[in-house]
């Protein structure tokens, strides 16, 4: 049988190139943190998106055995090494993933896709909220932003703030880039909601 026609085989290829690449970046995060590690708070390790609008991309155990042990050697590098905090992208629906990034010491996740399959913002901060920062998630880009009114632009800016803030852990920021043709009326009222907000401090 040749190469990469037997299924495990595939996962030792696949295996040996991912930790690899993680000893590469260790090299690498050596002498990045020597240059600027005490000057930095975060620092992104991965802007891999492993989840689409419907679900995750990749089966999740899958990335569990094979990502997430790759992706611990470099969080508990970073962590040895210095007092910066990790920080993690992925879009998408990636509900099943958290729990395996928490395990590998990931600090942080962004965007925190909210209308995502299974994104649902007080399921994610019950579920995970003690666990891991939430960096997003404060309103939704693909619709309430771009195509709510003021109103609902201020109502769902100040429940997210209520339920990712609730005893810390939130870092208010939108689900992701504010695109083109988003009114700045809403930008507007997005801020000032935020700015405004006084409860996050209280709970």
Request: with cysteine.
């Amino acid at each position: 049988m040749e190469f990469g026609q037997n299924p495990v085989d595939l996962v030792k290829y696949a295996s040996s190139i991912l930790r690899a690449t993680a000893e590469r970046i260790i090299e690498n995060m050596e002498l990045y943190l020597q240059a600027v590690g005490k000057y930095i708070d975060t620092i992104l390790i991965s802007g891999t998106d492993f989840g689409a609008q419907h679900g995750e991309i990749f089966n999740p155990q899958t990335v569990k055995e094979l990502h997430c042990p790759n992706y611990k050697l470099i969080n508990d590098y970073v962590h040895k090494h210095s007092d910066v905090k990790t920080m993690f992208h992925s879009c998408g629906s990636i509900f099943n993933i958290i729990d395996g990034f928490i395990e590998a010491g990931v600090d942080i996740l962004n965007p925190i896709h909210t209308n995502a399959y299974h994104m649902d913002p007080a399921e994610l901060k019950h579920r995970f909220g003690d666990r891991i920062v939430f960096w997003g998630g404060g309103i939704e880009t693909q619709t309430v932003l771009p195509h709510g009114s003021r109103e609902e632009v201020v109502e769902q800016v100040t429940e997210r703030l209520r339920i990712f803030g609730k005893g810390g852990g939130f870092v208010f920021s939108p689900v992701h880039n504010i695109q083109y043709g988003v009114p700045p009326r809403n930008v507007e009222a997005m801020i000032e909601t935020v700015v405004n907000f006084r409860e996050y401090a209280c709970v």
